[in-house]
Each structure stands twice: as structure tokens, then as C-alpha cells.
T-cell receptor, first 113, second 115 residues
Framework: AQTVTQSQPEMSVQEAETVTLSCTYD???????LFWYKQPPSRQMILVIR??????QNATENRFSVNFQKAAKSFSLKISDSQLGDTAMYFC??????????FGKGTLLTVNP | EAGVAQSPRYKIIEKRQSVAFWCNPI?????LYWYQQILGQGPKLLIQ????????DSQLPKDRFSAERLKGVDSTLKIQPAKLEDSAVYLC?????????????FGSGTQLSVL
């Protein structure tokens, strides 16, 4: 079975600054996908970014980027130019194809004005 | 396009009562998932449907939980009888087809409190 660990229960950052959320995972699979989801107070899980394990290039989506270290089984999320709307719970998730999705416990990010 | 719709948004019941949650996935999405999210934890898969067939229900407590997806569109998740530990947010998600290349879209969930 896969496990996903998010070691930071809470983090805060000043508006316009950069913050990095940590995630590590444990698996014996060689083919898998990694995700970061955002869950605002509305409770809806919103996909932020996705990384295929077979790709060495780190995924980026506008202000969001990841640092994927496959050997270390690490998948951190960097948010640049933080905005107040980024305040939310962030979940790291591991997917064993085709759809077995395992979530971490989440990191509560607060962006301060 | 409309998102995944869930109702009710909140539900409070007493233990041993029954409750049902409803989910309407995005139009055309063949795969539907029910997740349970206990406070302070990430979501955990309860059941996955492909059209109206069950793909995975290995983590569904079948003695009290049941789910159906008639006609391969809407789905209902039922708990009978409810226990205190069932207090959680129940999230429904859908994707176009099964497969990790197809993103999963989530609804806003139903928050259940069992007293």
C-alpha cells in the first residue's frame, strides 16, 4: 500500500511571497502519478498540479510548480507570489494507475495580507 | 460546464438513524467516486463506479453503507444505521473515464454530523 506524508500541518506566508509545501510518499510502484489538490472552505477539492512519475521535468502551472525528486520520493509544491485566495488546505496525493488515489493529511496554508 | 452537484450540504442525525446523500456528476462522466473525509485527514475512497457498475468497493463498510448509481448517472450513498465515527464530509467526484490522465472533479461535499 502507498502512504503519503505531509509533515507540515500548518504554514503561513505573507502576500506576494513564496512558500513551499512538503510531501513525501512511499511506494514500490514504478509507474504512478502525483497531485496537489487545494481545498478552500467551500470544501471542493480543486486540482492544482499533476506530475507523471516517468517525466523528469518538474510540472508548472502559472504560479505553482513542483520539485519532484523521484529517488528521494519527495514532491514539494512551490507557490510564488502568494495571493489571499491561496488560503486553503493543500493535499498531496499519490495515484497508482488507473485510479487508486491516496491522500496525505493536508497542510493548512494561510496567506496573510 | 456545470460541476459535480451534491446535496444536502449539511446533515445532522442521531446515531442509529439512516441518512442518504445524492450526487450528480458532470454530464458525460462515466466514472463516479465517493470519498469519506474525516476531520484532519485526507479523503479516503469508499466506492468507485464505472457507468452503473462497481469497480472498487473494498473500503466500503458494507454492513452499514450502500451505494447505487442507477442508469449510470446520479448516485446515492446511504448509511444505515449511522455511528458516531461516520461523522465526516462525504465527497463525490467524477471523471470522464477511468484513468489517471483524466482529471477528477470534486463536488463540495456533504458534511455529516452524527450525535
Amino acid at each position: 500500500a502507498q502512504t503519503v506524508t505531509q509533515s507540515q500541518p500548518e504554514m503561513s506566508v505573507q502576500e506576494a511571497e513564496t512558500v513551499t509545501l512538503s510531501c513525501t510518499y512511499d511506494t514500490s510502484e514504478s509507474n504512478y502519478y502525483l497531485f496537489w489538490y487545494k481545498q478552500p472552505p467551500s470544501r471542493q477539492m480543486i486540482l492544482v498540479i499533476r506530475q507523471e512519475a516517468y517525466k523528469q521535468q518538474n510540472a508548472t502551472e502559472n504560479r505553482f510548480s513542483v520539485n519532484f525528486q523521484k529517488a528521494a520520493k519527495s514532491f514539494s509544491l512551490k507557490i510564488s507570489d502568494s495571493q489571499l485566495g491561496d488560503t486553503a488546505m493543500y493535499f498531496c496525493a499519490f495515484m497508482k494507475p488507473p485510479t487508486e488515489l491516496t491522500f496525505g493529511k493536508g497542510t493548512l496554508l494561510t496567506v496573510n495580507p | 460546464e456545470a460541476g459535480v452537484a451534491q446535496s444536502p450540504r449539511y446533515k445532522i442525525i442521531e446515531k442509529r438513524q439512516s441518512v442518504a446523500f445524492w450526487c450528480n456528476p458532470i454530464s458525460g462522466h462515466a466514472t463516479l467516486y465517493w470519498y469519506q473525509q474525516i476531520l484532519g485527514q485526507g479523503p479516503k475512497l469508499l466506492i468507485q463506479f464505472q457507468n452503473n457498475g462497481v469497480v472498487d468497493d473494498s473500503q466500503l463498510p458494507k454492513d452499514r453503507f450502500s451505494a447505487e448509481r442507477l442508469k449510470g448517472v446520479d448516485s446515492t450513498l446511504k448509511i444505515q444505521p449511522a455511528k458516531l465515527e461516520d461523522s465526516a464530509v462525504y465527497l463525490c467526484a467524477s471523471s470522464l473515464v477511468t484513468g489517471s490522465k483524466n482529471p477528477m472533479f470534486f463536488g463540495s461535499g456533504t458534511q455529516l454530523s452524527v450525535l
